[in-house]
Protein backbone atom coordinates (compact mmCIF):
# COMPACT_ATOMS: atom_id res chain seq x y z
CA UNK A 1 0.00 0.00 0.00
CA UNK A 2 0.86 3.54 -1.16
CA UNK A 3 1.71 6.78 1.04
CA UNK A 4 -1.14 7.89 -0.91
CA UNK A 5 -3.42 5.33 -0.36
CA UNK A 6 -3.07 5.96 3.65
CA UNK A 7 -5.20 7.55 5.87
CA UNK A 8 -3.90 8.69 9.12
CA UNK A 9 -5.27 9.44 12.56
CA UNK A 10 -3.20 11.49 15.16
CA UNK A 11 -4.45 11.86 18.60
CA UNK A 12 -3.42 15.30 20.32
CA UNK A 13 -2.30 15.99 16.78
CA UNK A 14 -2.57 20.12 17.93
CA UNK A 15 0.95 21.07 18.92
CA UNK A 16 4.04 19.47 19.54
CA UNK A 17 4.56 15.60 19.13
CA UNK A 18 1.46 15.01 17.22
CA UNK A 19 1.68 18.25 14.88
CA UNK A 20 4.77 17.20 13.79
CA UNK A 21 3.79 14.11 13.09
CA UNK A 22 0.63 14.63 11.38
CA UNK A 23 3.05 17.06 8.91
CA UNK A 24 5.39 14.52 8.34
CA UNK A 25 2.35 11.89 7.49
CA UNK A 26 0.66 14.85 5.17
CA UNK A 27 4.16 14.73 3.86
CA UNK A 28 4.69 11.12 2.66
CA UNK A 29 1.70 11.47 1.34
CA UNK A 30 -1.33 9.91 4.06
CA UNK A 31 -4.71 11.71 4.38
CA UNK A 32 -4.37 13.16 7.84
CA UNK A 33 -6.94 13.49 10.96
CA UNK A 34 -5.74 16.15 13.47
CA UNK A 35 -7.24 15.03 16.30
CA UNK A 36 -7.55 17.20 19.96
CA UNK A 37 -9.54 17.02 23.08
CA UNK A 38 -9.98 20.87 23.16
CA UNK A 39 -7.37 23.20 21.01
CA UNK A 40 -9.34 23.22 17.98
CA UNK A 41 -8.26 26.65 16.84
CA UNK A 42 -4.56 24.74 17.11
CA UNK A 43 -6.11 21.60 15.07
CA UNK A 44 -7.33 23.77 12.31
CA UNK A 45 -4.11 25.70 11.81
CA UNK A 46 -2.41 22.36 11.18
CA UNK A 47 -4.51 21.19 8.71
CA UNK A 48 -4.55 24.74 6.66
CA UNK A 49 -0.98 24.03 6.56
CA UNK A 50 -1.25 20.15 5.19
CA UNK A 51 -3.71 21.86 2.58
CA UNK A 52 -1.59 24.87 2.04
CA UNK A 53 1.14 21.93 1.00
CA UNK A 54 -1.71 20.16 -1.16
CA UNK A 55 -2.94 17.52 1.36
CA UNK A 56 -5.66 16.29 2.93
CA UNK A 57 -6.64 16.93 6.29
CA UNK A 58 -9.70 16.83 8.59
CA UNK A 59 -9.56 18.21 12.64
CA UNK A 60 -12.04 16.57 14.70
CA UNK A 61 -12.40 17.09 18.25
CA UNK A 62 -12.80 13.92 20.68
CA UNK A 63 -11.68 13.37 23.86
CA UNK A 64 -9.89 9.59 23.82
CA UNK A 65 -10.44 9.30 27.26
CA UNK A 66 -14.40 9.04 26.08
CA UNK A 67 -15.13 5.99 24.21
CA UNK A 68 -18.17 7.38 22.13
CA UNK A 69 -16.14 10.52 21.41
CA UNK A 70 -13.63 8.22 20.11
CA UNK A 71 -15.83 5.90 17.73
CA UNK A 72 -17.72 8.80 16.57
CA UNK A 73 -14.58 10.06 15.18
CA UNK A 74 -13.73 7.31 13.73
CA UNK A 75 -16.45 7.32 12.03
CA UNK A 76 -16.27 10.61 10.94
CA UNK A 77 -12.72 10.38 9.37
CA UNK A 78 -13.70 7.29 7.46
CA UNK A 79 -16.86 9.71 5.84
CA UNK A 80 -14.34 12.17 4.69
CA UNK A 81 -11.34 11.10 3.77
CA UNK A 82 -11.50 6.81 4.22
CA UNK A 83 -10.78 4.35 6.26
CA UNK A 84 -8.20 4.58 8.57
CA UNK A 85 -5.00 2.76 7.71
CA UNK A 86 -2.46 4.28 10.71
CA UNK A 87 -3.64 5.50 14.14
CA UNK A 88 -0.69 7.25 16.43
CA UNK A 89 -1.66 7.44 19.84
CA UNK A 90 0.22 10.15 20.96
CA UNK A 91 -2.52 12.00 23.02
CA UNK A 92 -1.46 12.16 26.73
CA UNK A 93 -1.41 14.62 29.80
CA UNK A 94 1.10 14.75 32.52
CA UNK A 95 0.77 15.14 36.37
CA UNK A 96 3.89 15.45 38.03
CA UNK A 97 3.85 14.77 41.79
CA UNK A 98 5.34 12.43 44.37
CA UNK A 99 3.20 10.05 46.81
CA UNK A 100 3.03 13.09 49.23
CA UNK A 101 1.75 15.24 46.37
CA UNK A 102 0.05 13.69 43.79
CA UNK A 103 -4.06 14.52 43.14
CA UNK A 104 -6.00 11.51 42.93
CA UNK A 105 -8.73 13.16 40.48
CA UNK A 106 -5.44 14.69 38.21
CA UNK A 107 -3.79 11.18 38.44
CA UNK A 108 -7.03 9.10 37.36
CA UNK A 109 -7.62 11.70 34.47
CA UNK A 110 -3.83 11.04 33.60
CA UNK A 111 -4.94 7.26 33.43
CA UNK A 112 -7.97 8.12 31.01
CA UNK A 113 -5.93 10.11 28.73
CA UNK A 114 -2.67 8.02 28.63
CA UNK A 115 -4.08 4.57 28.38
CA UNK A 116 -7.72 4.53 28.13
CA UNK A 117 -7.34 6.78 25.24
CA UNK A 118 -4.49 4.28 23.66
CA UNK A 119 -7.38 1.40 24.35
CA UNK A 120 -10.34 3.09 23.41
CA UNK A 121 -8.63 4.35 19.74
CA UNK A 122 -7.11 0.72 18.99
CA UNK A 123 -10.29 -0.94 19.17
CA UNK A 124 -12.15 1.59 17.37
CA UNK A 125 -9.94 1.09 14.40
CA UNK A 126 -8.90 -2.52 14.35
CA UNK A 127 -12.14 -3.61 12.97
CA UNK A 128 -11.51 -1.68 9.95
CA UNK A 129 -7.75 -2.33 9.86
CA UNK A 130 -8.65 -6.44 10.36
CA UNK A 131 -11.12 -6.38 7.57
CA UNK A 132 -7.99 -4.82 4.91
CA UNK A 133 -5.88 -7.39 6.54
CA UNK A 134 -3.59 -4.09 6.57
CA UNK A 135 -2.85 -1.30 9.68
CA UNK A 136 -0.10 0.23 11.60
CA UNK A 137 -0.70 1.54 14.96
CA UNK A 138 2.07 3.74 16.88
CA UNK A 139 1.55 4.01 20.27
CA UNK A 140 3.92 7.19 21.90
CA UNK A 141 5.24 6.12 25.34
CA UNK A 142 8.47 8.10 27.11
CA UNK A 143 11.67 6.85 28.35
CA UNK A 144 10.28 7.72 31.59
CA UNK A 145 8.59 4.43 31.77
CA UNK A 146 12.18 2.53 31.08
CA UNK A 147 13.16 4.58 34.25
CA UNK A 148 14.75 8.07 34.02
CA UNK A 149 16.10 9.39 37.14
CA UNK A 150 14.19 12.64 36.86
CA UNK A 151 11.74 13.29 40.10
CA UNK A 152 8.10 13.37 40.27
CA UNK A 153 7.75 11.15 37.29
CA UNK A 154 6.53 7.88 39.08
CA UNK A 155 2.68 8.25 38.23
CA UNK A 156 3.58 9.47 34.24
CA UNK A 157 5.90 6.82 34.04
CA UNK A 158 3.91 4.40 35.56
CA UNK A 159 1.15 5.20 32.79
CA UNK A 160 3.68 5.58 30.06
CA UNK A 161 4.86 1.75 30.57
CA UNK A 162 1.35 0.50 30.87
CA UNK A 163 1.59 1.75 27.48
CA UNK A 164 4.38 0.21 26.36
CA UNK A 165 2.93 -3.29 27.86
CA UNK A 166 -0.08 -2.67 25.43
CA UNK A 167 2.13 -2.32 22.83
CA UNK A 168 3.52 -5.41 23.06
CA UNK A 169 0.10 -7.58 23.82
CA UNK A 170 -1.90 -5.83 21.02
CA UNK A 171 1.04 -7.17 18.64
CA UNK A 172 0.43 -10.12 19.77
CA UNK A 173 -3.58 -9.84 19.49
CA UNK A 174 -3.30 -8.26 16.06
CA UNK A 175 -0.38 -9.34 14.12
CA UNK A 176 -2.13 -12.20 12.76
CA UNK A 177 -4.35 -9.64 10.73
CA UNK A 178 -1.60 -7.75 8.93
CA UNK A 179 -1.55 -5.34 11.52
CA UNK A 180 1.72 -3.95 13.36
CA UNK A 181 2.06 -2.04 17.00
CA UNK A 182 5.28 -0.44 17.89
CA UNK A 183 5.86 2.38 20.33
CA UNK A 184 7.88 5.70 20.31
CA UNK A 185 9.46 6.26 23.67
CA UNK A 186 10.73 10.29 23.44
CA UNK A 187 13.36 11.57 25.30
CA UNK A 188 12.79 15.11 26.71
CA UNK A 189 11.28 17.03 24.01
CA UNK A 190 10.62 20.36 23.11
CA UNK A 191 7.01 21.28 23.64
CA UNK A 192 4.42 23.35 25.39
CA UNK A 193 3.80 19.99 27.65
CA UNK A 194 7.51 20.16 28.93
CA UNK A 195 7.54 23.89 29.28
CA UNK A 196 4.95 24.13 31.01
CA UNK A 197 5.86 26.04 34.72
CA UNK A 198 9.50 26.32 33.08
CA UNK A 199 9.49 30.43 31.97
CA UNK A 200 12.78 32.11 31.21
CA UNK A 201 16.05 31.13 33.26
CA UNK A 202 14.14 28.34 34.68
CA UNK A 203 13.36 26.54 31.16
CA UNK A 204 17.48 27.36 30.14
CA UNK A 205 18.63 25.73 33.29
CA UNK A 206 16.40 22.58 32.46
CA UNK A 207 17.46 22.52 28.65
CA UNK A 208 21.00 22.67 29.65
CA UNK A 209 21.04 20.11 32.77
CA UNK A 210 18.84 17.47 30.28
CA UNK A 211 21.06 18.03 27.51
CA UNK A 212 23.75 17.17 29.53
CA UNK A 213 22.07 13.71 29.99
CA UNK A 214 21.82 13.34 26.55
CA UNK A 215 25.23 11.56 24.24
CA UNK A 216 23.78 13.94 21.54
CA UNK A 217 24.54 16.66 24.35
CA UNK A 218 21.11 18.86 23.61
CA UNK A 219 17.22 17.98 23.91
CA UNK A 220 14.76 16.50 21.55
CA UNK A 221 12.64 18.34 19.14
CA UNK A 222 9.49 17.43 17.84
CA UNK A 223 10.45 16.25 14.39
CA UNK A 224 12.68 14.17 16.28
CA UNK A 225 9.88 11.85 16.92
CA UNK A 226 8.34 12.49 13.77
CA UNK A 227 10.21 10.66 12.06
CA UNK A 228 10.34 7.89 14.17
CA UNK A 229 6.28 7.51 14.11
CA UNK A 230 6.69 8.29 10.21
CA UNK A 231 9.01 4.92 9.70
CA UNK A 232 6.89 2.88 12.26
CA UNK A 233 3.95 3.60 9.91
CA UNK A 234 5.46 3.19 6.68
CA UNK A 235 4.53 0.75 3.94
CA UNK A 236 7.72 -0.87 4.44
CA UNK A 237 7.71 -1.42 8.11
CA UNK A 238 5.36 -4.31 7.75
CA UNK A 239 7.30 -6.93 9.71
CA UNK A 240 8.87 -4.76 12.87
CA UNK A 241 6.32 -5.10 15.75
CA UNK A 242 5.64 -4.89 19.13
CA UNK A 243 8.99 -2.78 19.80
CA UNK A 244 9.31 0.02 21.61
CA UNK A 245 11.71 2.31 19.62
CA UNK A 246 13.72 5.07 22.33
CA UNK A 247 14.24 8.03 20.72
CA UNK A 248 16.25 10.24 23.77
CA UNK A 249 19.87 10.91 22.20
CA UNK A 250 21.40 8.79 23.84
CA UNK A 251 20.09 9.14 27.89
CA UNK A 252 22.70 8.62 30.37
CA UNK A 253 20.61 8.91 33.62
CA UNK A 254 18.39 5.75 33.63
CA UNK A 255 17.98 4.35 37.61
CA UNK A 256 20.33 2.14 38.03
CA UNK A 257 23.27 2.67 35.79
CA UNK A 258 26.58 3.80 37.60
Sequence with gaps: MAWTDQVAIVTGGARGIGRAAALLLAERGAAVCVNCAARRDAAEAVVREIEAAGGRAVAIVADVADNKAVVAMIEAVTAQLGPPTILVNNAGISHQATLDTYDPERLARMRRVNVDGVIHATRAVMGGMRARRYGRIVNVTSIAAIGTALAGNAFYAASKAEVAILTRRFAMEL???????????????????????RAGDDWAAAERRLAERAMMRRIGEPQDIAHAIAFLAAPESGWITAQTLVVDGGRMDYIGHA
Design 175 to 197: GPDGITVNAVAPGFIRTDMTRAN
